[in-house]
């Protein structure tokens, strides 16, 4: 049984300031059978050390700014982006371009300016990502819909729509476009019915899991604000989690953890296709 962590930023600060070593996490994770982790970088600074990090520890990754990090970018990143897919092309760990997309949630990026600026990086980085035969790894958040629109326009090698939020119909768009749709913790809390329901009902060569880490924890390792306020530690996610969230989601599809970490292995391999040679 392999699981493959589709969407982990193992090179976050947040494992160090809480005494993990990310090279510790990987070693660990592969015994409870996580095969392989996606490290996306999110701006061009941290390119040399999500690179570095996958090349010491057999792991893959994406080059990308993340939307989060666009207000500080400038147009000469779009510029080293495509310049460090160029001179790394022959990386057979270098997988996709990302992580990149648009967010319309956090209100400092919706603002007029910010919402152009956004699209126009993403708009530029799709351009990249198809220049050089590469998949997308997207940030989806509250923008489904403009991230279609310009796929539609531009055009893709597919990818993984990371930490799918959407309606069932833009669920089916991003499918149509040879996407896979990316799930992870979520899924682990009840409360959160529409994105169980659509796990649930979503064709089963849709879907591939991820953890988000350091992001997104699952239930089982989340404190409340009470909690938190009462001396409870918040929960480090990492790929360790990954085949507990994997059980959920197959519990829920009515299958077996075996068949399902098969068949999300299977998809994020033909979405993301060389990964296939690292394993």
């Known amino acids: 049984m392999k699981w493959i962590d589709t969407h982990s930023h193992l090179d976050a600060p947040d494992f160090e300031r809480n005494g993990l070593v990310a090279g510790d996490l990987i070693a660990q994770s592969a015994i409870t059978n996580v095969a392989m982790s996606v490290i996306p970088a999110v701006e061009t600074s941290n390119f040399a050390t999500v690179r570095e990090l996958a090349h ?6 994406g080059f990308g700014i993340h939307p989060l990090y666009v207000p500080r970018a400038q147009e000469a ?8 897919l160029m001179q790394h092309r022959d990386d057979p760990r270098l997988i996709a371009v990302g992580e990149i997309g648009l967010d319309f949630f956090v209100p400092e990026l919706c603002t007029e300016a910010m919402r152009e600026k956004q699209t126009a990086f993403y708009r530029a980085q799709l351009k990249i990502a198809k220049q050089h035969m590469l998949p997308v790894i997207l940030h989806v958040r509250k923008s489904a819909d403009h991230l279609l629109h310009a796929l539609r326009e531009i055009g893709s090698h597919g990818g993984i729509a990371h930490a799918f939020n959407g309606s069932e119909q833009q669920a089916m768009q991003f499918v149509e476009m040879g996407f896979c749709l990316g799930f992870g913790g979520t899924v682990t809390y009840e409360r959160s019915q529409n994105i169980r329901a659509l796990a649930k009902s979503l064709s089963a060569e849709a879907i591939v899991m991820e953890t988000d880490a350091p992001d997104i924890p699952p239930q089982w390792i989340y404190a409340t604000a009470e909690e938190r306020a009462a001396g409870k530690p918040q929960g480090i996610n990492s790929p360790l989690e990954l085949p507990r969230i994997g059980q959920v989601l197959a519990e829920l599809r009515g299958v077996s953890p075996e068949a399902w970490a098969a068949q999300t292995t299977a998809n994020a391999t033909r979405v993301l296709p060389k990964l296939k040679a690292l394993l």
């Open 56 to 61: 010491a520890h057999h792991q893959a990754y």
């Open 77 to 84: 990143d779009l510029a080293e982006l495509d310049a460090q």
